[in-house]
């Protein structure tokens, strides 16, 4: 089946550290990409979506200069969280799908963000 | 205001129980997923379903999309402690699919 690859998994940083989050699709590639956020116990939110080779687009309220999204090629994201703070920790999943809108996505494991 | 309700929000039942989780919207969607989460990873797709009135079964999971593709409901029979987790339905429309606020299962053995 086809596997997404999030790393790092977890990740403790000081307040102001920019943190580099990426995805790969291991065995397919990933014409879109997904980035969620989501809080304990509560469920997935869209933060972007990215296309290969082009911008993300953003949802409402996501700060695109906080949160740099750059999917230069059709296996791997990035997702940057610059000038990280407290309230920035939390667990940040990506996905990613072949080719068009009917096909399913697949997760990775995610990346526990935790902002000293 | 979520865009998919779940309901309900917490349940907590006995190893051999059934039970039926259910997702509701206003909008219309072109597929409806279903996915389990465990504590600390990524949610796992259960089951996609696309035509209205569609059932799907997968071992003890019962799937089923409405007729309008509105509303969909997952039954569980005779449940078990591995199935206790995070149940997720996300409905995809456009280019995007967007989750509910997910249903947390524990079966207790």
């Known amino acids: 089946g086809a596997v997404v690859s999030q790393h790092p998994s977890w990740v403790i940083c000081k307040s102001g550290t920019s943190v580099k989050i990426e995805c790969r699709s291991l065995?397919?590639?990933?014409?879109?990409m997904f980035w969620y956020r989501q809080f304990p116990k509560q469920s997935l939110m869209l933060m972007a979506t990215?296309?290969?080779?082009?911008?993300?687009?953003?949802e409402q309220g996501v700060e695109k200069d906080k949160f740099l999204i750059n999917h230069a090629s059709l296996t791997l994201s990035t997702l940057t969280v610059t000038s990280a703070h407290p309230e920035d920790s939390s667990f940040y999943i990506c996905?990613?799908?072949?080719?068009?809108?009917?096909?399913?996505?697949?997760f990775g494991d995610g990346t526990r963000l935790s902002i000293l | 205001t979520q865009l998919l309700e779940q309901s309900p929000q917490f349940l907590s039942i006995q190893e051999g129980e059934n039970l039926t989780v259910y997702c509701n919207s206003s909008s219309v969607f072109s597929s409806l997923q279903w996915y389990r989460q465990e504590p600390g990873e990524g949610p796992v797709l259960l089951v996609t379903?696309?035509?209205?009135?569609e059932v799907k079964k997968l071992k003890r999971l019962t799937f089923q999309f409405g007729d309008a593709r509105k509303d969909s409901s997952l039954h569980i029979t005779a449940a078990q402690p591995g199935d206790t987790g995070l149940y997720l339905c996300?409905?995809?429309?456009?280019?995007?699919?967007?989750f509910g606020a997910g249903t947390r299962l524990t079966v207790k053995p």
């Open positions: 065995d397919f590639q990933a014409t879109t």
């Open positions: 379903v696309v035509t209205g009135g």
């Open positions: 996300a409905g995809r429309t456009n280019n995007d699919m967007r």
């Open positions: 996905s990613a799908r072949e080719g068009i809108s009917d096909q399913p996505q697949h």
């Open positions: 990215s296309n290969e080779g082009s911008k993300a687009t953003y």
